[in-house]
Nanobody, 121 residues
Framework: QVQLVESGGGLVQAGGSLRLSCAVSGRSFSNYVMGWFRQAPGKEREFVACIGWTGVTYYADFVKGRFTISRDNAKNTVYLQMNSLKHEDTAVYYC???????????????WGQGTQVTVSP
């Protein structure tokens, strides 16, 4: 069974940085499209970034230039480096595996438990 374990969330002031990590079990990590999504209270889960097996990346417009997604296949881990954080970035951030580079949650088969990111104004 594929499991995703996230870490790196927390509280940060506006303008600060956080680095989220997602460790993935199993032996198919290098073949997975990996994504990050987020969900704020009262809002739908939304796409943040994704990375394909070739390293191609895509970003939501609201994080472009601030966030960077990367992967280390040797460690079965995907990262989300978040810089210049805004109060509006406050949400639960979810790691997802086995997507198709589409930007909707339903494209992904496996999900982490989510990690809270809170950005104080």
């Amino acid at each position: 069974q594929v499991q995703l374990v996230e870490s790196g969330g927390g509280l940060v002031q506006a303008g600060g940085s956080l680095r989220l990590s997602c460790a993935v079990s199993g032996r198919s990590f290098s073949n997975y499209v990996m994504g990050w999504f987020r969900q704020a209270p009262g809002k739908e889960r939304e796409f943040v970034a994704c990375i394909g097996w070739t390293g191609v990346t895509y970003y939501a417009d609201f994080v472009k230039g601030r966030f960077t997604i990367s992967r280390d296949n040797a460690k079965n881990t995907v990262y989300l480096q978040m810089n210049s954080l805004k109060h509006e970035d406050t949400a639960v951030y979810y790691c997802a595996a086995d997507g198709t580079l589409r930007m909707t949650p339903s494209d992904y088969r496996y999900w982490g438990q989510g990690t809270q990111v809170t950005v104080s104004p």
